[in-house]
C-alpha cells in the first residue's frame, strides 16, 4: 500500500533572508563611511595658526634685533648706539660712577629720551611744526627762556630763526622730569650742535619752580618774548663757562665766582 508522505516542513533559522544582508551591508558601508577619531595629543594644528605662530616668532625676532641695545649685557640702547666700554659696577662705587658723568652727557640720555621725537637728533626741528633747537634764540640766549619753555610748555605760534611754527604744542615737563633732569637737558641743548650758551644747575630750576608753582597753563609767545633775551636764571655761571663742580654748585641769587 502506498501512502504518500508529505514534504519536510522546513526548520526555522534555514534558507536566507536577504533583506537582513542589505541591513548588514548598510551598516557596514556606514561604519566605513566614519572618520577614524583623533588621538589625544595628535591633533592636526591649523595652517592659520602656524601662520600666526610664525608672523609672532618673525617680528618677535626683529623686533628684539632693533632695539635689543646689540645683545650687550651691559647696557640697553634703544637708539643702538654704540656698546659701553665702561663694566656695570653697583653700589657706592657704582653710584659715584654715574655721578661723575658731566651734566651734557647725562642731559644728552634725557634728550634722547624725552625731547629727540620732535626736535630731531640734530636739533633742527621738523620744518612748520616742531622748532629747531640749534641756533635757536630761546636756546642760546639767557638761561630764563628756555627754562621756563622746558617747566610749563609752549602752545601757540612762535617764531623761530624767522620761520613760522604754529602747528605743535611743547608739554610741560615740571611735572614728569626732576629739577636734576631739567637742568642736565638745558645745559646739553645750550651747548650742543654748535650752541655755545651758559649751564644750568638743578638749584636753579628749583628756584624757577618755586616761582612758577601758581602758574598752571603753558606760556605763549608773547609771555616768553616778555622776558629779556639776555636773562640768565639767578647763579647762571658766564656764558660758555664750565659747569660746576658737584657739590659747587652756585645757590640760587647767589653771583657765580669768577674762574681762576
Not at 53 to 69: E, M, T
Not at 185 to 199: C, H, I
Not at 238 to 243: D, Q, R, S, Y
Request: net charge negative; hydrophobic share 35%; charged share 20%.
Amino acid at each position: 500500500m502506498n501512502e504518500s508522505t508529505p514534504p519536510p516542513e522546513p526548520h526555522s533559522g534555514q534558507g536566507m533572508d536577504y533583506s537582513e544582508i542589505a541591513d548588514v551591508q548598510d551598516v557596514h558601508a556606514a561604519v566605513q563611511r566614519e572618520k577614524r577619531e583623533p588621538r589625544v595629543g595628535r591633533e592636526p594644528l591649523s595652517i592659520w595658526l602656524i601662520a600666526v605662530y610664525g608672523l609672532a616668532v618673525f617680528f618677535g625676532g626683529a623686533y628684539l634685533g632693533r632695539y635689543s641695545g646689540n645683545f650687550s649685557g651691559e647696557a640697553l640702547d634703544p637708539y643702538g648706539g654704540e656698546m659701553a666700554t665702561m663694566k656695570k659696577i653697583t653700589g657706592p662705587q657704582g653710584a659715584q660712577q654715574a655721578a661723575e658723568l658731566s651734566p651734557h652727557d647725562r642731559g644728552k640720555k634725557i634728550f634722547a629720551a624725552n625731547c629727540q621725537t620732535c626736535h630731531q637728533a640734530n636739533g633742527l626741528g621738523v620744518a612748520g611744526q616742531y622748532p629747531p633747537l640749534a641756533g635757536s634764540e630761546f636756546t642760546t640766549g639767557g638761561s630764563r627762556r628756555p627754562a621756563m619753555i622746558v617747566m610749563k610748555g609752549l602752545q601757540g605760534p612762535v617764531t623761530v630763526k624767522g620761520q613760522k611754527f604754529g602747528a605743535a604744542v611743547m608739554q610741560p615737563w615740571d611735572k614728569t622730569l626732576t629739577d636734576q633732569k631739567i637742568a642736565d637737558v638745558l645745559t646739553y641743548e645750550r651747548s650742543e650742535w654748535g650752541n655755545n650758551a651758559s649751564p644750568v644747575t638743578a638749584e636753579q630750576i628749583a628756584a624757577l619752580r618755586k616761582e612758577l608753582a601758581n602758574h598752571p597753563n603753558s606760556f605763549a609767545e608773547p609771555d616768553i618774548l616778555a622776558v629779556p633775551a639776555d636773562e640768565d636764571l639767578p647763579g647762571a655761571a658766564p656764558a660758555g663757562g664750565a659747569p660746576p663742580k658737584p657739590g659747587e654748585a652756585a645757590k640760587p641769587g647767589e653771583p657765580s665766582k669768577p674762574q681762576g
